[in-house]
């Protein structure tokens, strides 16, 4: 018998559920799972929390971080999920490095409502409705070729047993 084992990306911009439901999804299947925001530089971090928005050479390195995570778990086929915003399309080959198995979960919001999510949260040190705005016109959304895409207004644990459910019809990597 073999165990399929998933690497997953959950992005979308800030305030979308990418932590919430990527810890769920991680549990559900038994995975790891690694916040983006954890391995951001300080630099980036104190950037953030004065509401200015990141920049292609901030997100580089720490972007290769996480793609370095992704490809560790594809060497020991063990299973991850990673939370990280992955905006652009580049940022996301990048995360990929070439792995076909690589999954994305994309979670899609209207701003309204990602507007009400930052603001139920507390201690965080992104900040802002510029900053929103600025993720979301940095947001390049990824196709149904590249993505499985959940509507935010969802459940998160409608979310994640859709995601599951497809999974499972695709097959993971054995
Ligand atoms: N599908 C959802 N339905 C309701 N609340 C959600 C959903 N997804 C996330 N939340 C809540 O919205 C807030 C933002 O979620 P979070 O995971 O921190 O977003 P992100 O990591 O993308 O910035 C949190 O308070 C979280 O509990
Ligand atoms: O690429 C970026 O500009 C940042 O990484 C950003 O996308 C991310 O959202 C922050 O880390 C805030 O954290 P949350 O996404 O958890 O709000």
Request: hydrophobic letters at 40%; proline letters at 3%.
């Amino acid at each position: 018998m073999t165990t399929a084992s998933y690497r997953i990306l959950v992005m979308g911009v800030s305030g979308s559920g990418k932590s919430h439901v990527g810890r769920l999804l991680a549990r559900r299947l038994g995975a790891d799972f690694i916040d983006g925001d954890d391995h951001h530089s300080a630099a980036n971090v104190a950037k953030m929390a004065r509401s200015i928005p990141l920049t292609d050479d901030d997100r580089r390195g720490w972007l290769d971080t996480l793609a370095g995570r992704f490809a560790d778990y594809r060497g020991r086929d063990a299973s991850v999920v990673i939370a990280c915003s992955a905006l652009k399309a580049r940022y996301r080959g990048r995360l990929r490095r070439g792995d076909p198995a690589l999954r994305i979960l994309y979670l899609d919001g209207e701003q309204a409502l990602l507007r009400e999510r930052l603001g139920s949260r507390r201690g965080h040190f992104f900040k802002g409705d510029a900053m929103l705005a600025s993720q979301l016109a940095d947001l390049e959304p990824p196709g149904p070729d590249e993505a499985r895409v959940a509507d935010i207004a969802e459940a998160p644990e409608a979310i994640v047993e859709a995601f599951v459910a497809a999974l499972g019809e695709e097959g993971g990597e054995a």
